[in-house]
């Protein structure tokens, strides 16, 4: 394993050009129990597009080891190349580094310090702090920004999940430089890409992107100091200066108002927080660059400045607290999707007027889903059918020695599926049909309450008589037939033309297939072309009603999809490169088959997730 001990050796080797490691096919990550360099991994700590980050431990002592994809990105040496920087520069954020595995190896893992503590975006949920300890937090990311700043480095993306709380002693750490550079550094994304979170990004940056298209955006320290302004914002009021309803969607409108927009004082918003600070926090998001702060020194005085000042006001919690008067009523009757989205709206404009924090949480609402959420009742359905059919099993073992019937199990029949196409006036391409199945027999549609009384209603009948009609349903059938295609690159110009239009890497859509009829679900024949039209777009580029089109491809039990273009409602036409993702959350590669699936006529679910990729695989 290689130490960080002759970082100029390390830079020079990797600044001239991705090393040839850089084209092996992503591995599996090293499973926990292992020992990588050295070092025993024993929890993983987090995960996200800039590499998954474990707890490891080596001669009795923790360490953190991240772990970056090699695979088709420079982004992994450049995050070392600033580490080691910081390193000279004083702050320790590399210890050292390596690559696994050691043959053909297709990660490089980076040797960090290990903080033992929550970052701040929960620890200030939990602890509902006042703000004397906010100004204190900041003043610890404030230090040991100057010092970063000092080291020629931006971090680019600082945010209340990027800062580490310690429990030993409450003092706040920077961490996460995956998305950081340098002065002077070679460049390594596309020149519209623009690193960094949106709600935290400067209006420098945002001008320079609109006004030198196809140039890259050069770091600035000010990008990091607008950001701890916005920071600072969510800490006093828990909400941003600007904001839009769907931030990730809707990246243009939220540029706009980060231009154009004052945002609210903090201390109008919250009347708890401090006059001083509530204006501090203004002047650091001033719009032109010369009346902010002129760097992170100056921040560090002014907090200084504000704290000598401070009263015992200042102790008090800037939110309100958790209680029994902030307990919500269950929401009993189903909500269709504009009556969801309406209280969504209502309840997020109250809790920016009435900002909570601090522990115990409050229960939360339960409203039924509408129509596109369809995930969280799936799973209800699941678990309320496994309890009814334990009990109904338990049930009859006891009934069994007085009965004189002999018990057996039956299952019921499969109704027979449509599978013509056609073709919708929005698509290019034929799409698949919805499900014929009738609305008294589509159990996809029902509530969980209906799905437990019809199956406890089925299972108490087969009690009575001895046997039992209740039985879970059949395996999705095994649809061998169609091989799964071998990975491939985008489409020529898929990715200059998404970045141009403010698609990044692993973002997220929503799409519903076409036709649909409003159906949970729809039958796909095998080789028919498909067409997804966008739920919740609201960019510029790609607005809501554009049509995804592409193809679908059967494994055993999923179905994966490959889509390549997009068209939007006023006729335009990109290229694209987007999979098929069975949910937001968990982002598994592919869409689960739905029951009753077989070869010839595969159920999917209607709605779901596109995930944009760098490649095919």
Request: net charge negative; with cysteine.
């Amino acid at each position: 394993m290689n130490e960080a001990g002759v970082p100029h050796i390390a830079a020079r080797r990797w600044r001239g050009a991705v090393p040839r490691w850089a084209d092996v096919e992503d591995s599996p990550l090293p499973a926990l129990g292992e020992e990588v360099g050295g070092y025993r991994l024993e929890a993983r700590l987090g995960e996200g597009g800039q590499g998954t980050v474990y707890r490891a431990r080596r001669e009795g002592q923790l360490y953190a080891l991240k772990f970056r994809a090699l695979a088709r990105s420079a982004w992994p040496w450049r995050e070392l190349e600033v580490g080691l920087r910081l390193r000279l520069g004083g702050e320790v954020t590399v210890l050292g580094y390596g690559l696994w595995p050691q043959t053909e190896p297709s990660h490089l893992f980076l040797i960090m310090p290990y903080v033992n503590g929550r970052s701040l975006e929960v620890w200030v949920r939990t602890k509902n702090p006042s703000a004397r300890k906010v100004v204190l937090l900041l003043l610890d990311v404030a230090w040991q920004l100057l010092d970063i700043h000092r080291a020629g480095v931006v971090h680019r993306d600082i945010k209340a999940a990027n800062v580490l709380v310690r429990d030993e002693d409450g003092r706040a750490v920077l961490v996460d430089f995956g998305v950081g550079t340098y002065t002077g550094a070679p460049h390594v994304t596309h020149p519209l890409a623009l690193p960094g979170t949106p709600l935290f990004r400067s209006p420098e940056a945002l001008r320079f992107r609109r006004e030198h298209a196809g140039e890259h955006a050069p770091p600035r320290p000010s990008d990091d100091l607008w950001a701890m302004g916005v920071l600072l914002y969510w800490l006093l009021t828990n909400s941003y200066p600007f904001e839009t309803q769907h931030p990730r969607e809707d990246e243009g409108g939220l540029a706009n108002r980060i231009l154009r927009e004052t945002p609210e004082p903090p201390h109008e918003r919250n009347p708890r927080v401090p006059r001083a600070l509530g204006e501090l926090c203004l002047r650091m998001l001033e719009k032109p660059l010369e009346a902010r702060l002129p760097d992170a020194q100056a921040l560090c005085e002014e907090l200084e400045t504000v704290l000598e000042k401070a009263d015992d006001s200042w102790d008090e919690p800037l939110c309100e607290p958790w209680g029994p008067d902030a307990a919500t009523t269950i929401q009993e009757r189903e909500l269709d999707l504009g009556d969801w989205a309406d209280r969504e709206q209502r309840l997020k404009e109250y809790a920016r007027r009435h900002a909570r924090r601090g522990e115990p949480l409050p229960p939360e609402e339960t409203p039924a889903p509408p129509p596109r959420t369809r995930r969280l009742a799936k799973r209800v359905n699941r678990v309320v059918a496994g309890l009814v059919l334990t009990a109904s099993l338990l049930a009859l073992m006891l009934a069994l020695p007085h009965s004189a019937s002999t018990s057996r199990v039956t299952t019921p029949g499969q109704q027979q599926e449509g599978s013509q196409s056609a073709a919708p006036d929005e698509a290019f391409t034929p799409a698949p049909v919805a499900d014929a199945a009738t609305p008294k027999d589509n159990m996809l549609a029902k509530t969980p309450r209906q799905t437990a009384s019809r199956l406890a209603k089925a299972c108490g009948t087969a009690w009575a008589v001895g046997q039992l009609a209740c039985a879970t349903p059949p395996a999705p059938a095994q649809l061998t037939s169609a091989s799964l295609p071998p990975p491939a690159e985008c489409p020529p110009g898929a990715w200059d033309a998404m970045s141009a239009i403010g698609i990044k890497p692993t973002e997220i859509r929503l799409g519903t297939f076409l036709p649909n009829n409003n159906a949970a679900r729809i039958v796909v024949p095998p080789g028919t072309p498909v067409s997804l039209i966008e739920e919740w777009g609201q960019d510029d580029a790609l607005p809501q009603k554009t049509v995804f089109m592409g193809e679908l491809f059967y494994g055993a039990e999923r179905a994966y999809g490959r889509f390549t273009q997009a068209r939007t409602p006023q006729g335009k036409v990109y290229p694209v490169c987007m999979e098929l993702v069975g949910d937001e959350l968990e982002l598994q590669n592919g869409e689960q088959f739905e029951p009753g699936s077989k070869p010839g006529a595969v159920k999917l679910a209607s709605t779901v997730y596109l995930r944009a990729v760098e490649r095919f695989d």
